[in-house]
């Protein structure tokens, strides 16, 4: 654990006693994620490739037995929400507790006997920059309550409950992706995922030892995956697997795209998704050859490729995340794509070392030229997974 978190644990803790009296019967942390390549796949039954940021969400919890969920979050101006869980319903609560309690409700619901916690929360990962800070959220709690519950589930076990929490209770139809990458992922790896039977291999991607950075450039423009256009684009890509008579569009090979486009006829927007997803599975697997055979450079074409087919295709993309992309690309970077659901949040850029200080100058000049919010760049650094932290 690095100094910095250490520090965040330790301060999660005093205040945890603060709020509740006595001391936490562990810290956890749990980490957002960047996708590297594989967007809008997860709920096509396709593939992933997400790496773990240093940035987490981290809880001091201890249990209870009487049947009392007790919240509070550092970054929320709020006092401690006090919830039974015996009421726990999807659907009732629109607020930030919701992915807590919807954790709660989808043990108890899978027949674990979780009968309640005192829960202090704080978080490094930038709310609504596509980064999975809800996974984070979520998956820090599952995990906790893994440990203090003895309920003896594995990492992908715990990402499939945060999920269930987060389509069903908190309402967003969202993929595995972000769950899993914040249980499983490896420092120094990129996962490679299969969202189908959650197969997975650690893929090593160690930017810094070939004199490569990777940038986040976080555009300030927040989305919400639980608005409308995110369930259209899924519910479009079920209805273009319905008329191809496939269970998913993953079951669609690449080298029959063209005539399975030419059998959806008019259905215009249906073509679209399903373009994308096919050729977006099909970046993925090239993306893991490429680093399987130490050609991490050769990746940026394919980043290229990726957000225009997000943008064109799948249009989940925005003004600000197109400039960062053409912005960074002109200013020498190796690739660049939009990461997450899209409608804002960040994108990735993938650069020389030397490359770096051209390049943010660059987004920040054209971001105050178009009179955009000044974009926040950082650098993401292959990190760990969820784990106890004390």
Not at 92 to 116: F, I, N, S
Not at 181 to 193: D, M, R, T, V, W
Not at 331 to 346: E, I, K
Not at 369 to 375: E, H, K, L, M, V
Request: with cysteine; proline share 4%.
């Amino acid at each position: 654990m690095s100094e910095s978190s250490a520090a965040v644990a330790g301060s999660v803790a005093e205040r945890f006693e603060q709020l509740y009296g006595a001391a936490p019967q562990g810290v956890w942390a749990a980490p957002g994620r960047v996708n590297l390549i594989g967007e809008h796949t997860d709920y096509n039954d396709g593939f992933v490739m997400p790496f773990a940021l240093p940035h987490t969400a981290v809880a001091a919890v201890s249990r209870r037995d009487d049947g009392v969920l007790r919240l509070h979050s550092a970054d929320v101006d709020s006092p401690v929400a006090e919830l039974r869980v015996e009421d726990l319903t999807p659907g009732t609560d629109k607020g930030w507790t919701a992915y807590p309690a919807g954790v709660v409700w989808a043990l108890r619901e899978a027949g674990h006997r979780v009968t309640g916690a005192d829960i202090h929360l704080a978080s490094t990962v930038p709310a609504g920059a596509g980064l999975s800070s809800s996974a984070a959220l979520e998956v820090v709690v599952a995990l906790a309550l893994n440990d203090l519950y003895e309920l003896d589930l594995g990492g992908w076990q715990v990402a499939r409950l945060c999920q269930r929490a987060e389509n069903v209770y908190v309402g967003a139809p969202v993929g595995i992706m972000d769950q899993t990458a914040s249980a499983c992922c490896e420092s120094g790896h990129a996962l490679f995922l299969d969202t189908r039977d959650l197969s997975r291999r650690q893929i090593p991607f160690d930017l810094a030892a070939e004199g490569l950075r990777l940038l986040v450039v976080d555009t300030q423009v927040k989305h919400s995956h639980s608005e409308g256009e995110y369930g259209k684009r899924r519910a479009g890509c079920e209805k273009g697997a319905a008329l191809l008579g496939v269970d998913a569009l993953r079951d669609l090979p690449h080298e029959e795209l063209d005539a399975a486009l030419g059998r959806l006829g008019d259905e215009e927007e249906v073509r679209r998704l399903v373009r994308h997803v096919v050729t977006e599975d099909a970046r993925v697997e090239r993306v893991v050859s490429l680093l399987e055979a130490g050609d991490t450079r050769a990746i940026g074409p394919v980043l290229i490729e990726g957000h225009a087919s997000l943008r064109d295709d799948f249009r989940v993309s925005c003004p600000e995340l197109d400039l960062v992309v053409e912005t960074a690309v002109d200013a020498g970077a190796l690739g660049a794509r939009m990461t997450g659901g899209g409608f804002g949040g960040s994108a990735i850029v993938l650069t020389e070392e030397a490359g770096v200080p051209a390049i943010t100058k660059a987004v920040e000049e054209a971001f105050a030229t178009a009179g955009y919010t000044a974009p926040r760049v950082f650098e993401a650094v292959p990190s760990a997974g969820a784990r106890r932290v004390r």
